[in-house]
């Protein structure tokens, strides 16, 4: 798509949500998508909003889930553990759309079957971030103090799994920019999507 041919999803309001998805799906392995890295807001301890770049690990739309690895010290762990409200942002230059989505985080330990299977897929230098002996966070002394790496710490791993509730959509186009709001309603197994335009 060259950037003044009209995309198929331009005033299509199914086709935009399912654009979303594909973004995000493809993220997942194409490292040089913005997609790959999302934003991640969480609600900090203090109630005033938290905000760190993650990898997008794996996005699943029919199971409206987005998966990412942390470490189980970090500060992002304890406040999903208080508030499990999350926002994600991604705003890719190249096609000019921003997604921002709604959703509710879930922590698994290492030794959830589903954490095990992405511990199995990690590489070897993924693995050794996760040994660190100071935890993420915490004040040192020196800045060599977090270089130290013990074994591969498998017991700090944890994947984070992001139930979205609501996607918006903000294309931005010379012939008129597009943006587009759809929000979960129903149970998590059954639902289906509200979908609206929005004034840009
Ligand atoms: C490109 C990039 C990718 C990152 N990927 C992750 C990630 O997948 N998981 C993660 O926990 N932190 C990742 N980080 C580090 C976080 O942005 C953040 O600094 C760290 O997780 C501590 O955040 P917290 O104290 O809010 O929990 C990444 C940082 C960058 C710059």
New binding site residues.
């Given amino acids: 798509m060259t950037s003044h041919e009209t995309p198929l999803f331009y005033d299509d309001l199914e086709g935009t949500r399912l654009e979303a998805w594909k973004l995000l799906t493809r993220g997942v392995a194409d490292r040089r998508s913005a997609f790959h ?1 999302p934003t991640i807001a ?1 609600v900090g301890l203090e109630g005033a909003p ?1 905000l ?4 997008l ?1 794996a996005a699943e739309p029919s199971a409206r889930l987005l998966r ?4 189980a010290r ?4 304890a ?1 999903i553990a208080r508030d499990p409200r999350v926002g994600v942002h991604v705003y890719d230059a190249r096609s000019k759309i921003q997604v921002r989505l709604d959703g509710v985080a879930r922590v698994h330990p290492w030794s959830a079957p589903r954490a095990q299977a992405s511990w199995e897929a990690s590489r070897p230098q993924s693995r050794a971030g996760y040994a660190q002996a100071p935890a ?2 915490v004040v040192i002394s020196a800045p060599h103090e977090g270089d130290v790496r013990e074994g591969e710490g498998v017991e700090n791993f944890n994947i984070v799994e992001v139930e979205v509730t609501a996607i918006e959509w903000l294309y931005l186009f010379h012939a008129g920019h597009r943006r587009a709001r759809f929000v979960w309603e129903g149970e998590r197994l059954q639902g289906e999507w509200r979908a609206s335009w929005l004034a840009p």
Avoid at 52 to 55: A, F, G
Avoid at 68 to 71: L, R
Avoid at 74 to 77: A, N
């Fill in positions: 890295t969480t938290r760190r770049t993650v990898v690990r990412f690895h942390t470490d970090s500060g992002k762990v406040e993420p966070g």
